[in-house]
C-alpha cells in the first residue's frame, strides 16, 4: 500500500511574514495525519519561518528547486546541503515552470535528483507534455524519454526513496485538467516505464502523484484512482482551506 502524498508548490507567492500566516493556517485546518503524508513547498525566503511553524505538526518541508553541487560559485543557488539544515525533507525537481522559463533539462534534472538522494532528501521528480506534444500523439513518448533521463544512473532502492510526479504542462495554471482517465493512463505508462527500468517492485512502491489545476472540485475524482498516489497542488495550495479540502480528498475515499 502506498502512503499517499499531499504537496504544496507555493512558487513565487508569499512573503516570509505571508507564509508565516498560511502555515499556521493549514497546521490549524489539518491534524496530524497518519494516512496520508502533506509536504508544503514555499519559496527559498520563506523556509525558515515555515519550518518553524509546521516543527511538530507531522507535515513536511519542502524546496521548490535545488543546485547539484554541494557548495561553490553559483551565484542564486542553493544546494542540498543547505535545504537539509534548514529542515527540508522535500525538494521538487524539474517542475515544468522550471523547464518552461529556466531551461530546465533532462540532464540537469538527473543531477539534482541525485544531489538530493546523496543527502536524503526525497526528489519530487517532475514530468509531463506540452498540449502540442499530445495532440501529436507524442505524450507518451516524451514522458518516458523525460523519464529515462531524469533516472539515469539512480539504483533501484533510490526510485522507490524518490516520488515522481506527472504533470501535464497544458493543464499547470490554465483551469484545463486532464480527466481522471487521461490521467490514471499516464501514470500507468509512467509506473510500466520505471518498471521496464528498474523492475517490478519498485515500479509499484514508487509514489506518482498528479499535478495539474488540482482544485477541491476535482480532487477527490482524480485522487481516488488506483495509480494516483496524491497531487503536486499549485494555485489551490494558497489557500489553507482549499489545501486542505484536497489533503482530506486524498485520504477519504
Known amino acids: 500500500m502506498r502512503t499517499p502524498l499531499v504537496a504544496g508548490n507555493w512558487k513565487m507567492y508569499k512573503t516570509p511574514s505571508e507564509a508565516i500566516v498560511l502555515a499556521e493556517a493549514v497546521v490549524k485546518e489539518l491534524s496530524v495525519q497518519d494516512e496520508i503524508d502533506i509536504v508544503l513547498c514555499p519559496p527559498f525566503i520563506a523556509l525558515g519561518v515555515v519550518g518553524q511553524v509546521i516543527a511538530g505538526s507531522g507535515i513536511g518541508l519542502g524546496a521548490q528547486d535545488l543546485h547539484w553541487e554541494k557548495e561553490g560559485a553559483y551565484t542564486g543557488e542553493v544546494s542540498a546541503e543547505m535545504l537539509r539544515d534548514i529542515g527540508c525533507r522535500y525538494v521538487v525537481v524539474g517542475h515544468s515552470e522550471r523547464r518552461q522559463y529556466f531551461a530546465e533539462t533532462d540532464e540537469s534534472v538527473n543531477r539534482k535528483s541525485s544531489a538530493a538522494l546523496a543527502s536524503g532528501l526525497t526528489p519530487i521528480v517532475c514530468v509531463g507534455e506540452t498540449l502540442t506534444q ?114 482530506r480528498a486524498a485520504r477519504w475515499p
Do not use: C
Open 134 to 247: 499530445r495532440e501529436a500523439g507524442r505524450a507518451n513518448s516524451v514522458v518516458a524519454a523525460q523519464l529515462e533521463g531524469a533516472l539515469l544512473g539512480l539504483y533501484a532502492e533510490q526510485v522507490r526513496a524518490s516520488v515522481l510526479a506527472y504533470q501535464p504542462v497544458w493543464a499547470i495554471g490554465t483551469g484545463r485538467t486532464a480527466t481522471p482517465s487521461q490521467a490514471e493512463e499516464m501514470h500507468a505508462n509512467v509506473r510500466r516505464i520505471v518498471g521496464s527500468l528498474f523492475g517490478a517492485d519498485i515500479a509499484q512502491a514508487v509514489r506518482i502523484l498528479y499535478g495539474g489545476s488540482v482544485k477541491p472540485e476535482n480532487a477527490g475524482e482524480l485522487l481516488h484512482r488506483s495509480e494516483i498516489d496524491g497531487a503536486l497542488v499549485g494555485g489551490a495550495s494558497l489557500q489553507a482551506d482549499s489545501f486542505a479540502s484536497i489533503v
